[in-house]
């Protein structure tokens, strides 16, 4: 029904920047949330990001400042701007669609996850 990818992850050294994106697509009637998600291995998934489909946002403190989350309603596409990166911020990286179908149901949709590594 709705595909979810994500793209951009990759090494970056402390300090460093790096721009995630994730492109929702297939029967989508409306996207209301996208939401950034991090896990690490042993470790429960953290929130990270969320706009709204009327563009306010939400950031944990852990990473207030240094990320930005921003949205593309035409194409379905949701950002997550990292500048400032830390070896702890290293994971895998999710993006979360909530969207409705036009079968009419509403629910939460997942990418694959991209890797983020902040080493020097």
């Known amino acids: 029904q709705v595909q979810v990818v994500e793209s951009g992850g990759g090494l970056v050294q402390p300090g460093g920047s790096l721009r995630l994106s994730c492109a929702a697509s297939?029967?989508?009637?409306?996207?209301?949330?996208m939401r950034w998600y991090r896990q690490v291995p042993g470790k429960q998934r953290e929130l990270v990001a969320t706009i709204t489909n009327t563009g306010s946002t939400y950031y944990p403190d852990s990473v207030k400042g240094r990320f930005t989350i921003s949205r593309d309603n035409a194409s379905n596409t949701v950002y997550l701007q990292m500048n400032s990166l830390k070896p702890e911020d290293t994971a895998t990286y999710y993006c979360n669609t909530n969207a409705r179908t036009f079968l009419g149901g509403r629910g939460d949709y997942w990418g694959q996850g991209t890797q983020v590594t902040v080493s020097s």
């Open positions: 297939g029967n989508i009637f409306s996207i209301y949330l």
